[in-house]
């Protein structure tokens, strides 16, 4: 596995996300200026940028964060503040969520392939919080839908969820027409963060759904509202989360149990030696299954890739190449 970058200090972690109509011309400029800022204030993260808005995860320095998020919203709109801003902590020693600052240009900030959905505004009664989401979701008429992926899902979900078992949200809309018939009922659905919840509930009400409700800020929100080891959480296992942490666990701590698989990225916790150079590894379900079916198990591609070609003979232990990150 490569090895994970460890905290030296405390960092501070704010996701935040904010749909509105960029130009081409904003984008680049947004892009140019966002990479700048960054570097003078030291900030690291990933942020998806596009002309339907943004969708970050920034880190850095409590001092400077701040500042940086207030210099982003205005590059957007003069005076624009961020107003579902996530907050977590990774203390020292923990795993930091990114070694730099990338920003990636898509057509979505968030992949349903309906480029043409326009968000509620925010603030619309379809939000509620995590207070009345916990109260919400413990009533036994309603239904409770997982809109993320498996690789997500598999780890950890609220109780009494339905998890789609799709691949990719564009699978979402899909799924919802063969498996949910019953569009009256209460309906609560969630995500990492709640920026997939803001197409996806528009994408329900458009099929007829009237009673849908969104967790405001995502699981994120809920975990920082109701943590795993001091309240009654509905949250069970562990957040799939899109950096170096793979997960946070119930209170939002950076995950002990999982690393990234280094054959598909996948949250990963089964240790391993490699058939072929001996060197231990962490595979995920998927992976580790295939590999035990076949009796190969191996600690990355390329010893996958030479055990295929020349079986049963071994090899030196190999210099890994991070898996590739997958995002949203
Ligand atoms: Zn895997
Ligand atoms: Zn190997």
């Given at each position: 596995?490569?090895p994970?970058?460890?905290?030296?200090?405390?960092?501070?972690?704010?996701?935040?996300?904010?749909?509105?109509?960029?130009?081409?011309?904003?984008?680049?400029?947004?892009?140019?200026?966002?990479?700048?800022?960054?570097?003078r204030?030291?900030?690291?993260?990933?942020?998806?940028?596009g002309?339907?808005?943004?969708n970050?995860?920034?880190?850095?320095?409590?001092?400077t964060?701040?500042?940086?998020?207030?210099?982003?919203?205005?590059?957007?709109?003069?005076?624009?503040?961020f107003?579902?801003?996530?907050?977590?902590?990774?203390?020292?020693?923990?795993?930091?969520?990114?070694?730099?600052?990338?920003?990636?240009?898509?057509?979505?900030?968030?992949?349903?392939?309906?480029?043409?959905?326009?968000?509620?505004?925010?603030?619309?009664?379809?939000?509620?919080?995590?207070?009345?989401w916990?109260?919400?979701?413990?009533d036994?008429?309603?239904?409770?839908?997982?809109?993320?992926?498996?690789?997500?899902?598999?780890?950890?979900?609220?109780?009494?969820?339905?998890?789609?078992?799709?691949e990719?949200?564009?699978?979402?809309?899909?799924?919802?027409?063969?498996n949910?018939?019953?569009?009256?009922?209460?309906?609560?659905?969630?995500?990492?963060?709640?920026?997939?919840?803001?197409?996806?509930?528009?994408?329900?009400?458009?099929?007829?759904?009237?009673?849908?409700?969104q967790?405001?800020?995502?699981?994120?929100?809920?975990?920082?509202?109701?943590?795993?080891?001091?309240?009654?959480?509905?949250?069970?296992?562990?957040?799939?989360?899109?950096?170096?942490?793979?997960a946070?666990?119930?209170?939002?701590r950076?995950?002990?149990?999982?690393?990234?698989?280094?054959h598909?990225?996948?949250?990963?916790?089964?240790?391993?030696?490699?058939?072929?150079?001996?060197?231990?590894?962490?595979?995920?379900?998927?992976?580790?299954?295939?590999?035990?079916?076949?009796?190969?198990?191996?600690?990355?591609?390329?010893?996958?890739?030479?055990?295929?070609?020349?079986?049963?003979?071994?090899?030196?232990?190999?210099?890994?190449?991070?898996?590739?990150?997958?995002?949203?």
């Amino acid at each position: 596995m490569p090895p994970v970058p460890r905290a030296e200090n405390r960092i501070e972690v704010k996701t935040f996300y904010h749909f509105l109509t960029l130009s081409e011309d904003d984008v680049t400029r947004v892009k140019a200026d966002m990479e700048a800022a960054a570097e003078r204030l030291h900030i690291a993260g990933l942020v998806i940028l596009g002309k339907e808005g943004l969708n970050a995860t920034a880190s850095g320095p409590s001092e400077t964060l701040p500042t940086f998020l207030k210099e982003v919203g205005n590059m957007l709109v003069p005076g624009f503040e961020f107003f579902n801003v996530k907050t977590s902590w990774v203390e020292p020693g923990e795993k930091i969520p990114f070694k730099g600052f990338l920003v990636k240009v898509r057509r979505e900030i968030v992949t349903l392939k309906r480029p043409d959905i326009l968000p509620h505004e925010p603030g619309s009664n379809t939000h509620i919080s995590p207070e009345e989401w916990h109260k919400g979701i413990q009533d036994p008429d309603a239904i409770i839908i997982d809109t993320r992926n498996t690789y997500e899902t598999s780890i950890g979900t609220f109780r009494g969820a339905i998890t789609p078992e799709i691949e990719e949200f564009s699978d979402f809309p899909e799924w919802l027409d063969q498996n949910v018939k019953d569009k009256a009922k209460p309906t609560y659905i969630f995500c990492t963060g709640g920026i997939r919840c803001e197409k996806a509930i528009v994408a329900m009400e458009e099929r007829g759904f009237t009673n849908v409700k969104q967790l405001d800020g995502g699981i994120l929100n809920y975990i920082d509202q109701f943590p795993a080891s001091k309240t009654s959480s509905l949250w069970d296992g562990e957040c799939f989360v899109f950096d170096n942490r793979i997960a946070v666990d119930g209170d939002g701590r950076a995950s002990q149990k999982y690393s990234a698989c280094p054959h598909c990225g996948q949250p990963a916790d089964h240790s391993i030696f490699c058939v072929r150079c001996d060197s231990p590894a962490v595979l995920c379900d998927d992976c580790y299954n295939k590999k035990a079916e076949t009796g190969s198990e191996t600690c990355s591609k390329n010893c996958a890739n030479q055990w295929t070609v020349h079986p049963g003979r071994k090899g030196r232990p190999q210099i890994l190449t991070p898996p590739t990150k997958r995002v949203e």
